[in-house]
């Protein structure tokens, strides 16, 4: 009996623009657009086989060579969106293999920490949903894709795109103008490298939807955020990755960061995703940039603690030197590593 295959890997997404709430948890739409950046493969990504066999009993996923539960919704809704697709095909093609019907093994090996605020639920919806397209042949572009993986994690939709992504949020109910849109490809700014400074590996204290609906429920800043601050940041931070204003982005990226780690002290109870160790890294890098007489490194934070640190290739002596002198020896340093920004590729 026949195994079907198809191996992808997609690397993680790290947003200068953060996603933060959602008008529909079901949907995972969000309150607002965002952008992010994706890093190189080589060094954070998920590598996703997907394997579709009519002798399979049931569907399994393995994370990191352990059985995992394929039942939440998020994950049924991914792969219900894709199989219905894949019917499609077979029913204008009765000489298609009907894979849609047989149960599907996925296998997922992260190369970097799960769920400590490196995205990885990001690369790893991306690339399940990627690797059973391409197992699929589904012809659909990374766009319309981009709207299943979604449903699994909202950033995940930006992780199908490599360089530079804006998450539109759309407004229709239904999600489906909700989508990931290349801004520029990698190319476009070759220069622009990201270091990121793992803090902690520790699995995350509040995870990301619990948060965001804590934030959307209780905080008064946050209206603020979505309505008066996002929508301008959105058009200007694009623009400045097409100018390749490195200024202008990092100003963005930093104040970013710091309006979403504000809403998420204005909720009630409050959430702290910063330790002390990243309020020093905050501070060393404004200390850096006020030196230099112009921003040269931008940092931003996701739900966790650990930093990525944006930066142009020129200054990398500067900002990676500065960084180790000071951080080598502090509690809780770990491991701090550099990435080259990629494209997307099918292995
Ligand atoms: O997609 P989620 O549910 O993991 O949420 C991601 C939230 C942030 O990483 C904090 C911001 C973002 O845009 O990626």
Redesign the pocket.
Known sequence: MSVYSASVTAPVNI?TL???GKRDKELNLPTNS?I?VTLSQKDLRTLTTASASSTFKQDELYLNGKLESLESARTQACLGDLRKLRSELESQDDKLEKLSQFKLRIVSENNFPTAAGL?S??AGFAALVYAIAKLYELPQDMSELSKIARKG????CRSLFGGFVAWEMGDLENGQDSKAVEVAPVEHWPTLKAAILVVSDDKKDTP??SGMQATVKTSDLFQHRIKEVVPQRFDEMKQSILNKDFNKFGELTMRDSNS?HAVCLDSYPPIFYLNDTSKKIIKLIHKLNETEGEIIAAYTF??GPNAVIYYDEANEAKVLGLIHTYFNQVDGWSKADTSKLSKLEIE
């Open positions: 947003a953060k996603y933060w965002s992010s995205a639920s990001a994690s909202g950033s995940a990301s939807t979403f996701d739900a």
